[in-house]
């Protein structure tokens, strides 16, 4: 009989040891896991306007043969290669503008002949009308004779010119200094007169053309940075060179020139992103890895002294690399969970790993 009360009394206090141990276990708030923290604080951001646009060449040239039924005989430039102005980049064949050439040059000689006896007649008839030898239509006829003579040498010097020309345009040459973008000559060709050989992008200079809406046109002043993003992750920074003037009657969309700097990794065709930037301006800013999405919303969770959590809601603005504006819901000084962020709910407790610091403008 004592064994059983004993036995019953060691019971009862094992189950009221258990009790109580549950009881803390229950009232104690787990701790969720260990975060990463950064306090908030003031930073200067850039007013930015997001754009989207061709590159295009700032003035490409239509290089072509001025004169026809020539066939080429060298070809010596191809798409890719930087030229200078006046360098050969084809050549016609040059044999018949030759023949035409000298056929020229006898012409006009045959007409300086000719004017030369046209005026020395002209002179005698001259001298004897002064002596009343001749009559007055003798004189008018020498007069009008040595007048032909000297416009058909007159026309002869032009011919000879023009063959000249032709001989001349038998070169191709670049008309400006850049880089060859299409290539259609090809070697024994008889080109058409004004039709494409190669076309050449001026001095290499290329343009972004920002689309922008017309309320961002009124934003934007020639002067201002802009980075464009490449692919591959790099940037392109180039400047606003101007505006035009109106706005585009189907996509009701302003266009933004901006000058590339030559050697910035943009090519023409390519469609890119970029940013105007505009006036700096004071903001608070949070580590974005802080912001959480929650039922359509940006939430994040400010960490107090003894590591509780507390979800609070924010109205976010620009994001710039890896810092996000915050327009309402934080103040400067308060801390917040940024590594983990993801994982907390309202009412956790984290305990702190190291501070994460917003990065530097």
Not at 59 to 71: C, F, L, T, Y
Not at 157 to 176: E, H, K, W
């Amino acid at each position: 009989m004592y064994n059983h009360r004993l036995f019953i009394l060691l019971l009862c206090v094992f189950l009221s040891a258990c009790g109580t141990e549950a009881e803390h276990q229950s009232t104690d708030p787990a701790t969720a896991l260990t975060v990463t923290t950064s306090r908030i604080q003031q930073a200067r951001l850039l007013h930015q306007l997001l754009a989207q646009g061709n590159v295009v060449a700032w003035q490409e040239a239509q290089v072509s043969s001025r004169i026809g039924a020539i066939p080429l005989v060298e070809v010596l430039a191809n798409v890719g290669d930087q030229v200078q102005k006046g360098q050969l980049l084809a050549r016609l064949d040059e044999r018949t503008v030759r023949v035409d050439l000298a056929q020229a040059e006898a012409g006009l000689a045959e007409a300086e002949a000719a004017r030369i006896e046209a005026d020395a007649n002209y002179a005698r008839v001259r001298q004897l009308s002064a002596a009343q030898n001749v009559s007055e239509q003798d004189l008018l006829l020498a007069k009008t004779r040595a007048a032909t003579a000297l416009a058909r040498q007159q026309s002869a010097a032009a011919l000879l010119q023009q063959q000249r020309l032709r001989l001349a345009d038998c070169r191709i040459v670049a008309p400006d200094d850049g880089v060859i973008s299409a290539r259609q000559a090809v070697l024994g060709q008889i080109p058409v007169p004004d039709s494409d050989l190669f076309r050449l992008i001026r001095q290499n200079r290329l343009e972004w053309r920002a689309e922008l809406l017309p309320e961002q046109m009124a934003r934007v002043q020639p002067g201002q940075q802009v980075l464009i993003d490449l692919p591959g992750g790099g940037q392109a920074e180039g400047r606003v060179r101007q505006l035009a003037p109106a706005l585009g009657l189907g996509s009701r969309l302003g266009i933004a020139y901006v000058d590339l700097p030559v050697g910035s990794g943009a090519r023409a065709g390519m469609f890119l992103s970029g940013q105007i930037r505009q006036q700096e301006y004071d903001a608070l800013v949070v580590p974005a890895e802080s912001i959480v999405l929650r039922d359509g919303h940006s939430m994040v969770f400010l960490v107090s002294e003894d590591g509780e959590v507390r979800a609070r809601r924010v109205e976010t603005g620009a994001r710039q690399a890896e810092r996000v504006e915050i327009l309402a819901g934080l103040q400067a000084g308060d801390v917040v969970a940024v590594a983990g962020a993801g994982f907390l709910a309202d009412g956790d407790r984290v305990q702190f790993r190291t501070m994460a610091q917003v990065p530097a403008p």
